[in-house]
């Protein structure tokens, strides 16, 4: 039975049982029914605000925002707590603004995102005042100028630069050229003919550059050569325009653990390492610091939040060898963390409403969707008396969890319970059967 606190949110703790922020796995369970996906308020705000210390500490005068980005678990409650650490908030389509605006976000830290908005999208953002759109190809220049100028706006812009980085995890590839759908390339000029254009039309206000380079990243040195590329970029500009952009976003992607052994980004120590790199390359290209932004969705949600299963049934299977594998399957599945068959993306499980005594055995956690690669993890030692009815907990599940839900076999999405010195309460309710026949006609 090992407890391993590192991976669980802040206020996780185990002592005859599984407890957050004070309320123990079973009363969740049985006050909200299973599964659950189980928020830790206070780790969740106390993330978000981290980030803004530590941009604040490193760029001091220079420091721009943080911006959430919401696509990796974003609900009304959520969006409100963005809102009280006073942060802004990206959103990547008219969904996620509709969120935003429904909880009167303030709309100039709106940050507007995604590779094909469309025109809808682009007149709710503008009549909206969000504070930027992060244009994404030649043809969304043109349809944002068109709007803000029907509506006779200026709208402030960034473009998202792709520099040639592939980040994922600890290793980083520099490439020239980047085969993606995102943005616009550096290597290929693209990126320049984007600021030439928008420098050509009067509604529009080219405010600075964006690089996004990937997700689950574990140190400085990706961001550090994106940087330096896209500041590469800004001083051209300079050199052209004779101006300076004020604004450079880097993204986000900063990475969580989700095993035990495995540690997160230190939100100080990246932001630490990426202000040295800004200033030095800043100097060397003779340009003033810019305002530096950054979007971490994952190192926000994703280590707040538990998802709690119940125990269906259980099977031992002979493997060729000899060997048992023990399968244990849950009430969810698939459907509710997509990570695992997505990405082969890997967790951690705790036996959640009691200790046991038994020994491990090699166990595997499968849902109750009709797909054998319906597995959440595939192998992990567990008590060999786990049972149905038994409470299992699986860690780090806020980011792209709950968010990337679906109803396939037609299950209801779990509810999305906030807990906070001992209380408990919905912030999204379980889907019901009523919901999903509601679309039918
Ligand atoms: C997904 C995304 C993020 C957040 O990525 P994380 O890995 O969750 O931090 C930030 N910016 C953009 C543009 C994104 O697409």
Redo the contacts with the bound molecule.
């Keep these: 039975m090992s407890f391993t606190p590192e991976i669980f949110s802040a206020n996780a703790s185990f002592d005859s049982e599984l407890s957050i922020a004070g309320v123990s796995a079973g009363t969740l369970i049985r006050d909200f029914g299973s599964p659950l996906f189980v928020v830790d308020e206070a780790d969740f705000k106390s993330r978000a605000f981290s980030f803004k210390t530590a941009l604040d500490k490193h760029f001091g005068i220079h420091a721009g925002n943080v911006?959430y980005?919401s696509?990796?678990f974003l609900n009304k409650e959520i969006a409100r707590w963005i809102e009280s650490v006073g942060i802004g908030i990206?959103v990547?389509s008219g969904g996620e603004l509709a969120v935003a605006l429904a909880v009167n976000f303030p709309a100039e830290r709106i940050q507007v995102?995604g590779n094909n908005k469309s025109e809808a999208e682009i007149e709710k953002a503008v009549l909206a005042g969000v504070g930027a759109i992060?244009v994404d190809s030649f043809h969304e220049i043109e349809r944002v100028a068109r709007v803000a100028a029907s509506h006779k706006k200026i709208q402030k812009v960034f473009i998202?630069v792709t520099p040639g980085i592939e980040a994922h995890t600890h290793e980083f590839i520099a490439t020239a050229h980047e085969d993606v759908k995102?943005g616009f390339s550096l290597a290929s000029g693209a990126a320049w003919k984007a600021i030439e254009e928008i420098e050509s039309e009067k509604s529009l206000k080219l405010v600075g550059l964006?690089s996004?380079i990937?997700?689950?990243?574990f140190d400085a040195a990706g961001f550090g050569v994106a940087a330096e590329r896209v500041i590469g970029l800004l001083a051209k500009f300079r050199d052209h325009y004779s101006d300076e952009l004020p604004e450079l976003d880097l993204?986000?992607?900063?990475?969580v653990a989700y095993l035990p052994g495995e540690e997160s980004v230190n939100a100080d120590a990246v932001l630490g390492e990426l202000a040295s790199i800004v200033t030095r390359e800043c100097g060397n290209v003779g340009i003033r610091v810019p305002h530096i932004s950054i979007?971490?969705?994952?190192?926000?949600?994703?280590p707040t939040t538990t998802t709690l299963y119940t125990v269906g049934t259980t099977k031992n299977i002979e493997l060729d060898g000899g060997d048992t594998r023990r399968y244990i399957a849950v009430d969810g599945g698939f459907t509710d963390n997509m990570r695992p068959a997505l990405y082969d993306a890997k967790y951690h499980a705790v036996l959640a409403n009691r200790i046991s005594t038994s020994h491990n055995v090699s166990s595997r956690i499968v849902g109750k969707h009709c797909e054998s690669g319906d597995i959440i993890i595939r192998e992990i030692e567990l008590p060999e008396d786990i049972a149905p009815g038994d409470i299992l907990a699986v860690p780090v599940t806020g980011?792209?969890g709950r968010q990337m839900a679906s109803n396939y076999n037609h299950l209801t999405r779990p509810a999305v319970i906030a807990v906070i010195d001992g209380n408990a309460r919905i912030i999204v309710r379980r889907e019901t059967e009523a919901d999903l026949l509601a679309l039918d006609i």
């Design positions: 911006y980005a696509k990796a990206d990547a995102h992060v998202r995102f964006h996004h990937g997700s689950q990243i993204g986000g992607g900063f990475g979007e971490p969705g994952r190192a926000i949600a994703g980011a792209y």
